[in-house]
């Protein structure tokens, strides 16, 4: 049975679904009486959640956070949407389908994998295309990769977007390299595959996105130049061996990715090659941001909201 | 016959061409005798110059700055190679082949000028299109526009750069835009094409390039978008109405463009039209910046000098 | 009948005037019965009122803003005043009293107009004289100058607040000029009655203060340039031809009037008339951001709650 | 005689005069033979003067700096003018006319003061005027306010400046005061003629502008409000007790009046009293700087070179 | 009898006991009845408490802010507890303990100044050591130096935390001075001991902590360099003549020791004395802040919450 | 025999000895005779050197830069001393004192690392002993941290200069950690012994200080933070495995040890152990580089000149 969206609930409804609950906390009335205030989630949206007659045994069951099957009415309370909830039962994660919990890319994971690899596949510096193939084959990390999302919030902040935002990004780059003969394509691309793989132990997206404790203190950056280092000494185990000129402007790429110290780059672009990829970076995930603020808007007005990071609203309205 | 450039002249060489005078002062010795110090220039450098045994008359008949013929004899004088001048006559600036003395793109104007105009070709949004035909119906804009440099001394700052500039950022929007489809090409291709037009009165690059006092007085951020109000006046006293959104959102992309108000720029991007453009400028930009530092600088050192505004040296090393 | 201010109702009153409405929406109750929420609004501040026993229909006549004949009653809930309303019927704006709804300089819009006349009546240079009689000429664009703001928010932000900015600062100019004999006060003057004159169309004042959308996307500062220029050009059809140093001396004024980068001028301040204006323009902005600040503070501490735009509170005691 | 000016001064002259030595320096040609490098100067500028066949005792005898009554001749070395010393004996500092090596404010000192007088003489605060009135006492005090310069290099640069500097400022505060009736006049003529007392003790300006120790490890900021808290004990010690509110308003100005933290204020304006002296310091100041810059440049280009703290080039072109 | 504190009051309870009032107002339900909206507090928290069937004499006599005893009873509503006041009536502060509504330091007041002592009794200059005793002969300010809190809110903001901060930074620059032996111990002793000294004067902490109006417009820094400079004159009047050397080297460390323009310093450090107390003062009440921070924040999680200032979570798992 | 220093070299003596040979260029005169000119260095300075009759083959034999033995005479060329050199012959390095050619920490380099074991010795956390003591055991890396300069220019730029930071660092943390008990000693101790460990591979320091390519493309941050990770899978190689907890917390101690983003830190400093590494680093780079700067002016002036990265000169007038 499909599942019932937290955004596609009305008043007055009965509500028999599995949902997220967040922030679940135990109080007590003016009576005395004790109930459980929570948010009920997907990744539509949520909404508040009242278990009343609760118990000190039953708000210990409550997973925090973590799935719950939910019996219960929707009713308006001081003019929202609440959900008074008559059963609640823990459901193992495993039973449930995490596409409906958090959002996901809308395009296809396998075909964009795929396309990277065919992009990468092009570079031709041998010890560039050994460090390519190293990460390649680490099924696990790929596995990641693809599911990793790009962001927390500010772009690609859904399962998939870190692949997406890295294909993307390979794509503008093969698109642009040809009027730019000078620049070195190999470390161009090579540098797009690794430059945010960090991400994938910075970040956490098994039930909701946040920051691992690893990644609060090391940041991705530094990680994809672990990461990178790492994968340079497996292959020199392998008898592979990989000069430190490469490993060096590879990481440097990825170093000064952000393009300013005040972005947590530890160095400034110093190449033609770091320029252009921190350029596409930056080009790519703003589109993504600009593109889905404007459609998320509700309403009809021609403009967004203030957007804080971007200092300016945002204008909808097309001359198509 | 070939003329002889500042930089090939070497120690000891008898000198007999064509050259810019610039900053020429009249100066008297210890013993009390006049003579004429100056800059001997082309575009590939310039040289101290003496006219010793010098008179008022001369002097005044020296251009400052213009061009001369003059006769004479390099020689090294305190470590300096210095050209000591025996004979000098005015040369009218009809007679000069002005392409000794100004830096010019090494493309091919006629191409880059018919891809431009292929590119905006594809416009297909109706007023825009009356625009960007307005524009490229302006003969002596046009001139101008195709022989304009692109700055004065960042990137493109040669004869013919705002055309490669313009030219390459039109090729890399064509490139990318397939990526990103909510983005609307139209406004794209004619913000670009507008987007500098400006210089075209903002620079003057007769004989050496300067800023124009109108040019430094206003920008050609504004004096763009006063041409493409003028360009709408121009159409609707022929009949052709633009509309004010249309003016407002390719006005906007002008304005913006330069990302920040501490680069000039009055507004910031407010659609995802003005950052791509904004973006693709940057980047053009500073890959021409960046390729030109690298190949210019003298030396086999692998890095560049230090780069004030890029707050780096440049890494010139190639893994290729 | 004189309005009934929001500020004057009290809790328990009967209502029984017009207002203006503002962000009505239709909401449902935990019992399913329709409710309309709105903000009852006018100069003096902004009320929640109810529609209980709403329908899609009244919601549906309700402007969204627009004015309503309201009859209801007051009444504090969860601790605030709120208005009931038993029936609302829809005005037409025509038919209400504008001054109402919109704040309104205290001073006397026609005496200031007058003086303001007669100070840039003493401007002598001829073309900016005639610049400044195309303005004065244009009778629909000086009623816009006589009744728009000064700005959004900040200061001068009530109907007529563009004409007092601009009559005090050629007030303060007129007085200080005499001071510093090397300024041109003619290019003072001038550039005082023009800088803020694009605000008319930046700013949207029928019923609420707000942006244009073309006032978003170009700015006030762009929008004045641009009328300077279509001003010089509607001379130069009458055969009066303004020099291009009038008009970039001038335009350099208007572009540089914010002072710094930051605030939006795409060119700083490099002639000691834009300078003045500039310091002109801040001190009268200051002066009266300030003392209404001041004034407007509620109790009787000696200081106002922080202001985040100075970085500090005010003081409010004075020392007669 | 009239001082012979070093701007006067042409190739191959004979010079008898009394000039400032500046940095004497004892070295040995490639020879071995002892020569003096020093800078002569007055207040119109420097030369190199060169005192061959030197001994360390001549040495001894010049003063480091002081002033000295050089006889020798100019001649041009290395395309720069400069003396060759034959005859050169030290002067006593109370023989010199020190008008012709220090810069002087073209304006009468006298009738400055005098209006000084009369524009703070309408204070009407008791507790103030008595402040004023202690200042106004302090002779010593009043001396070094009329001699002083007002900066060492920004603006008024010159002996007198300090006075003209604040004189100015009161004027243009008279004449803009009437503008803003709920401005505190008492407090801002205070404030302003207070404002910069201080820098009779950071500044020493003897032979040369510099700073005094205590004024660059104080500051004239904190200086002036030290001055101020001694007239008010001072006063007390007489009987006339000034309340804390008082000398709190005053002091506030005088600690604000920067403006910005990055300019040294150590508060930001807080009062509209404080606000107003703010800009009219600056505007003095700028109005100063900007003049100045724009007569002193030399040659007939239409701009002054780069001016660093305005982030400009002015523009010189008058339209009268 | 203990004072109950508000983080000790549970739904349900009869709360008699006394606690500070603050914002008392006045209000009336929607039926027409008074009663009166306040916070009830002490030094652990804050409560809504409400007078019902309150009246305007009632409300008159409630101190705005000050202390009562209340009786009434704790009770949930909205989900958050407040106190129903069933009675109030007026206590003189003089009956209160005033550390049950003032955070204290947890160290030893006593222990602390007499080791402030011991250290600063180490100055050997005759001079510094003379401005010290006369600051420690002050009773009345050592009163207020040892009572004061260390800030409003960032550091040491709580009783006693002038005088921990003062003391923690003398054992730091004790333990510190003998590895930098250049450094002169005396000048950076007695500069930590006087460098906050103004706080005494800029804050308020009678009942709850604030600026005064003096310290709001003046600052503790100017504050504490105007104390210094009324020692010294204290000292002169008693035939004990302080050097301007002496009062300058003490007065730039006091101005420069929040190292930064931008935090309020007028001046930056300029000796090493100074350097060295800016960074202890910063150290110390870093390590206060940030261990703080940690202790407090509630829950298990391993991050607290955005410090804001700070620009980061900080992380609470010890490693230990 | 002990080496003549450039510091002591006068006008008109012979020069017999060994220098470092750096930019050294082949020119000819206005005659065409060819010479050679160069800097003739060592840890005291360097002068212009030339040799005259040169001839391409002698330049070809020039180490550039590298050591020669250099016979000559030294003269006064206008105005500055030179070098006239008779005879040049190259010298291999392992022939050479480099002691006289890098300046040299005046520390005893064997009792300052004697006392880094002492203090790291202390460390008590069995993962962070691992650590400390896998470096300590590579005594390849160790020797070069005993010889590695602390910097290029700013603090400790000498040979042994990173030993001699890190050895005060590790003294003052002793001696301040008893009064922050709340922070954990042991990640304090290991922290600063590591945090500037990459120097050693940022820094080259054989002939003259200057920075490998890989440390400008990579930093000390990050490769510090590489060598860290590298030293965990030594040890878990061995069998002991270092729990991510442990390398995350002192790795971001290394990240954020600078302490801004603009200083290249690309995490701020998040627990109490990394923002008291942070200060202890920047005070005692800060008490070397001001009491250096302040020994070192020449002259007896009480400032020195002005001191760019601290925006102010120092004063170095003593009270003693």
Redesign the interface.
């Known amino acids: 049975m499909a599942h019932k969206f937290i955004s596609e609930i009305n008043?007055?409804e009965t509500v028999d679904d599995i949902y997220l609950v967040k922030e679940a906390v135990l109080?007590?009335?003016?009576r005395?009486d004790l109930y459980i205030?929570m948010f009920v989630c997907d990744k539509t949206g949520q909404l508040n959640g009242r278990v009343w007659q609760a118990s000190e045994q039953i708000y210990g069951e409550i997973p925090k956070p973590g799935f719950v099957h939910i019996k219960g009415r929707s009713?308006?309370?001081q003019?929202s949407l609440q959900i008074v909830i008559n059963n609640i039962s823990v459901i193992d994660a495993s039973r449930v389908n995490i596409d409906d919990f958090l959002a996901h890319t809308d395009k296809d994971v396998d075909k964009m994998f795929a396309e990277v690899k065919r992009i990468v596949g092009t570079v031709k510096?041998k010890q560039?295309k050994a460090i390519v193939d190293e990460f390649l084959a680490d099924e696990e990390l790929m596995k990641k990769f693809c599911y990793c999302p790009g962001g927390m919030s500010m772009h690609h902040d859904y399962i998939g977007g870190l692949l997406e935002h890295t294909w993307?990004m390979l794509?503008?780059a093969s698109?642009?390299l040809p009027?730019?003969p000078?620049?070195?394509a190999?470390?161009v691309l090579a540098g797009i595959f690794i430059h945010d793989m960090g991400k994938t132990e910075e970040l956490k997206y098994d039930t909701a996105f946040s920051y691992t404790?690893?990644g609060?203190?090391?940041?991705h950056?530094?990680k994809s130049?672990?990461m990178l280092?790492?994968k340079a000494?497996q292959l020199a185990a392998k008898g592979v061996q990989i000069e430190?000129?490469?490993l060096?402007?590879l990481?440097?790429i990825i170093?000064s990715h952000h393009g300013e110290?005040?972005?947590?780059?530890?160095?400034?672009?110093?190449?033609?090659e770091a320029?252009?990829v921190c350029?596409?970076d930056?080009?790519d995930a703003?589109?993504n941001q600009?593109?889905r603020l404007?459609?998320e808007e509700r309403g009809d007005s021609?403009?967004t909201g203030w957007q804080k990071p971007?200092?300016?609203?945002?204008?909808r309205?097309?001359?198509?």
Chains 1, 2, 3, 4, 5, 6 share one sequence.
């Open positions: 008043p007055g109080r007590s009335t003016s005395g205030a009713e308006v309370y003019s510096n560039l993307n794509r503008a698109a642009i009027l730019y000078e620049v070195q190999d470390l404790d690893s609060q203190l090391i940041g950056i530094t130049v672990l280092h790492k000494e430190g000129t490469i060096d402007a990481g440097h170093l110290y005040e972005f947590g780059s530890p160095k400034l672009p110093a190449t033609a320029f252009m350029y596409i930056d080009l703003k589109m600009v593109t404007i459609e021609n403009w971007l200092e300016t609203k945002l204008y309205r097309r001359i198509e």
